[in-house]
């Protein structure tokens, strides 16, 4: 576990980060027998007192409502479904056929997104550039950290390579380094550069680079853990050791293998060993490389893994190391639960998880064949709506439902900047996650009250084009509209299948009316208040709801 | 916390079904508060009663830096380049001295509000973080049950209020408060309110609004909603205003600063504060502790410095409400007794705790020394006192509490702490 920005003061965030998380129980059924009572005729009667409003809905069958699967996948492989999306699925052949194109990103085309690197002025620079920036202007790494953030904000809202961008937050997570870590952030470009290379690819080969890569390495402390050798005046060798087990452990309990595999702690001094050599010549170079004379040698033993470690290169004791985790079964459990609670549901059933680690280990740790698996799975097409949106899925899926474009920034209030501030509002910056072990993944680590205020302020401050209001376009109010005039029932089963990808319910439908004070049959045109006054209203409550926020 | 790890995931359903078989009880509501890196939660209970201030350091920090074992001939060996020299400690005795950064506190201590106890922590060590985390706040060991001790506390509570708790931003919900006692989560009390509605008419309406869509959802954003909705409305107002510390309590500009500057404004504002804990780390300072010359926020120095000028500021702002008021700081486990090769610290057991405010019997150091053993690197401070037989004494001191109900399954051993 790594410390945040310590150590230089320069990089100290100015307003710090915090994520959210509240493991608070679920109470599962306490009040769903209450349906079902007499309808209030109007809206001024109900709600207040307990008793719903639920008015009858009408279809407003112009809008198509996308297949099940389209949505599932769409909410699994994306950021979120919209209307361009679901289409975009029916003329590839399906959900199945997108996912199989999703599979080979470099046959689709994303020029488009390309070009968000070029937005942030920070992106590019290597990590001696970065220092020296850095020794000149304070708040440089917060600076490198917050484009960073940003600019994978913009690619999972709108890069043609959705599963990509998914898989690579997936793994990002996995093998997480804080984003605002001391130092790390000189590398966090190439290290997500690492990560979505190996993202669809395999397993064994992503924990080789990962595992040595500089952000990782100094993250959790494994360039300055090693041994000095010191020749005395009559000839022998002596070693003293300056052991740091940060990595060794992390290794073991959070990348691969987790405490349930039993090994001990001296296997976790093993494991330490096992990482000694690789060293960055930090504060001068920058650079990464193998020190032999660091390397501690002698016999190691981690769980089924030994090695006599005779050699002071011991590069090739670490690859036969990480090759032998990767591949262990209990590492399989972990990603193939990993992998079934982020993509079908908190609780998957032991079936599929089995399943999955049989796949993952069969295929020789092969992500694509895992996650195809995955998707054949017919556990993965019931668990629609069955996860919590993490904070920022919500605040990308509202972006995206909303049919906003972001420009250019030219200033820290404009949408491809205030982005990240929307994320922290929320309580979850991307990478803003201090310990090692990544964001949590389940319903309950989401739904605090705190994130419920702070999603309802994003989803209505963007309904309203209030805030972000620069460098970011809009559909227009009136486009909402889907034809001249339009009872309000059928504009919010309209609204609901656009957003939600659902029609509308008697409850939001109800509610609906409440929030903006009209019955289902008033008629809506342009000029009427709903339109002209109080759509922010109306679509922000449509975000504001279990169809948006859950997944 | 280890929430992907396939030991977790029973823990996960076991306690699922253990809250939907404890849906019968409601007690005092629980709020989280975030401040950057500082997290709080708060228990609410009675209006005027005794209030636990728990200020967990997080990532295990290293006792030896805090209270430091000047006299033991194993310290300065053990840390050659971070030691914390003797004649810069302060409340001496012959074995203790407390690190210089906590100077703003030594008025309490030389008052007797303030004491520290050593080797303290769990009873068998625990070097991950993530368990033993769990483990010093679920503090029922061995059960399969997973609620927080602070959790079993409030719901031991009469007072069955309603929802009263603050929420804004983010918090960390840390095991201690698991269970079936609702929680909140907040960072800033301004943004405790109902986003989107441009005028009280529309107010009324939004909140008629979400009111149907959410009181009766399933899942835990259905309890999350209704936490939002009960909170906005019974404490928002009361929040809305300015708050200025009294008695020229000066708070450090920093996360903790901020979190202690609410937490006064809480205990003060009479809504029942009955249970605060407070998140303030990171202190796990695997490399580059520093000395007392290394004054950036995240080294030693920095942080307790900044520890020590928030506490006091606590106090100085709670005034006579602080007769109300007692903290202890928790933290997952101490470090090893020799500093490593950056510098730093790796993962170790024993640890110190402090203690101050209202009932403790302070003004000198508690705590059976088990002495440092010969200093090589892997040695570990050996626990002597479990650190829930301090808690056991807060809480029968302060709330009357009997240690079983908090802490089943454990037998305390008599401190004699508390008055």
């Known amino acids: 576990m790594q410390k945040g920005l310590r150590m230089s003061p320069k990089l100290a965030s100015p307003d710090g980060t915090s994520v959210n998380i509240s493991r608070r129980g679920v109470i599962a059924g306490a009040a769903a027998a209450s349906a079902a009572v007499a309808l209030p005729v109007a809206w001024a009667d109900s709600a207040s007192a307990g008793t719903p409003y639920l008015p009858p809905v009408r279809s407003y069958t112009q809008t198509p409502v996308p297949a099940a699967a389209i949505r599932q996948m769409a909410n699994r492989f994306a950021y979120g479904y919209t209307p361009a999306l679901g289409e975009e699925m029916t003329t590839a052949g399906g959900p199945r056929a997108w996912f199989d194109r999703q599979l080979r990103p470099d046959e689709i085309s994303d020029t488009a997104t390309g070009a968000f690197a070029s937005w942030y002025p920070t992106i590019g620079r290597t990590a001696p550039e970065h220092f020296s920036i850095a020794e000149m202007r304070n708040g440089y790494g917060y600076e490198v950290w917050t484009n960073h953030g940003r600019w994978s904000m913009m690619r999972r809202m709108y890069s043609q390579r959705q599963l990509l961008e998914v898989m690579t937050e997936f793994w990002c997570n996995h093998l997480h380094v804080y984003g605002g870590a001391d130092l790390t952030w000189l590398w966090r470009e190439g290290y997500d550069a690492l990560i979505r290379k190996h993202a669809l690819g395999r397993f064994d080969e992503m924990l080789q680079d990962a595992t040595v890569h500089e952000s990782m390495l100094v ?45 001990t702690e001296t296997e976790v001094r093993d494991s330490a060993y096992i990482l000694t050599g690789w060293t960055i010549d930090r504060f001068n170079t920058w650079r990464l490389s193998y020190v032999p004379d660091s390397h501690y040698t002698g016999a190691v033993k981690v769980l ?30 972990r990603i193939a639960r990993k992998l079934a609670v982020r993509f079908v549901s908190d609780t998957p059933s032991d079936d599929l998880v089995n399943h999955l680690a049989d796949v993952f280990r069969d295929s020789g740790t092969d992500i694509k064949a895992t996650l195809t698996a995955l998707i054949e799975h017919p556990e993965f097409n019931a668990a629609g709506g069955k996860k919590v949106r993490t904070p920022t899925e919500d605040v990308a899926a509202t972006f995206r439902v909303l049919g906003a474009r972001m420009s250019k920034p030219n200033s820290n209030g404009d949408a491809a900047n205030s982005i990240f501030y929307q994320c922290k509002s929320v309580g979850q910056v991307p990478f803003g996650w201090e310990r090692p072990d990544g964001f949590p993944d389940n319903g309950q680590a989401w739904s605090s009250a705190a994130r419920l205020m702070g999603s309802y302020r994003v989803h209505n401050s963007t309904a309203g084009h209030w805030y972000p209001s620069t460098g970011i376009t809009y559909r227009s109010h009136a486009s909402w509209l889907p034809q001249p005039q339009l009872r309000f029932d059928l504009f919010v089963d309209h609204l609901c299948r656009t957003l939600h990808g659902r029609r509308a319910t008697r409850l939001v439908l109800g509610a609906a009316c409440l929030v903006i004070e009209a019955t289902p049959g008033d008629m809506i045109t342009q000029d009427h208040r709903v339109i002209k006054y109080r759509l922010p209203r109306l679509i922000g409550l449509l975000l504001d709801t279990q169809q948006h926020m859950t997944k | 916390m280890t929430t992907n790890d396939c030991s977790c995931t029973d823990y996960a359903d076991s306690r699922r079904s253990f809250l939907r078989n404890a849906l019968a009880v409601t007690g005092g509501a629980v709020a989280t508060v975030a401040f950057g890196e500082t997290f709080r939660q708060t228990a609410y209970g009675a209006t005027d009663g005794n209030v636990l201030v728990v200020l967990s350091l997080r990532g295990g920090a290293d006792g030896l830096s ?66 033993a985390v769990e483990e010093i706040e679920d503090a029922d060991l061995g059960s399969a049950v997973r609620t927080g001790w602070i959790n079993r506390l409030i719901g031991l509570d009469a007072d069955k209020g309603p929802l009263e708790a603050v929420t804004v931003g983010s918090g960390l919900l840390p095991t201690s408060m698991y269970g079936p006692e609702p929680t909140l989560a907040t960072d800033r009390t301004e943004n405790i309110q109902l986003f989107g509605a441009q005028d009280d008419a529309a107010q009324v309406q939004r909140r008629k609004a979400l009111t149907q869509l959410w009181e009766d959802a399933e899942g835990p954003l259905g309890l999350g909603a209704r936490s939002s909705l009960a909170t906005t409305a019974t404490l928002g107002p009361a929040l809305a205003q300015r708050y200025v510390p009294a008695n020229g309590a000066t708070y450090p500009d920093s996360d903790l600063g901020l979190a202690l500057k609410d937490t006064a404004r809480l205990v003060k504002a009479r809504v029942g504060v009955e249970v605060v804990t407070l998140d303030y780390g990171s ?61 730093g610290l790796d993962h170790g057991w024993g640890n110190a705790t402090l203690l101050m405010g209202s009932g403790v019997k302070g003004g000198r150091y508690y705590g059976r020394w088990p002495g440092l053993g010969g200093a090589n690197v892997d040695v570990d401070v050996a626990v002597t006192t479990d650190y829930r037989s301090i808690l056991s004494e807060i809480l029968a001191s302060r709330f009357g509490t009997s240690s079983s109900a908090v802490f089943p399954n454990f037998q305390p051993q008599a401190l004699g702490i508390m008055a």
């Not at chain 2, 006299?71 to 302060?90: M, Q, T």
Request: aromatic share 6%.
């Open chain 1, 219 to 263: 993250y959790l402390d494994a360039d300055l853990s090693r041994v000095v050798r010191r020749v005395t005046q009559s000839g022998s060798t002596v070693v003293t050791e300056k052991i740091n087990e940060n990595l060794g452990r992390e290794l073991l309990e959070l990348h691969t293998v987790g405490r349930a595999a039993g090994y």
């Open chain 2, 66 to 131: 805090i209270v430091v074992p000047h006299g033991d001939p194993d310290y300065y060996p053990a840390r050659p380049r971070i030691a914390v020299p003797k004649a810069s400690l302060l409340v001496r005795d012959d074995l203790f001295g407390l690190h210089p950064g906590l100077k703003p506190l030594e008025a309490m201590w030389t008052a007797n509000k303030m004491t520290a106890i050593h080797a303290t922590g769990l009873p068998q060590p625990n070097r991950s973080h993530f368990s």
């Open chain 2, 283 to 343: 202190w796990d300072m695997h490399s580059g502790l520093g000395t007392l010359d290394s004054t950036g926020p995240g080294s030693m120095q920095g942080m307790v410095s900044n520890m020590g000028q928030a506490l006091a500021a606590f106090f100085t702002d709670l005034g006579v409400v602080g007769d109300r008021v007692t903290l202890v700081t928790l933290t997952e486990f101490g470090r090893r007794v020799q500093e490593n090769g950056a510098t």
């Open chain 1, 304 to 333: 089924g893994f030994t090695a006599a470690n005779s050699s002071r290169d011991g590069r090739a004791v670490l690859v036969d190391y990480l090759q032998y985790l990767a591949h262990h079964p209990a590492t399989a459990q």
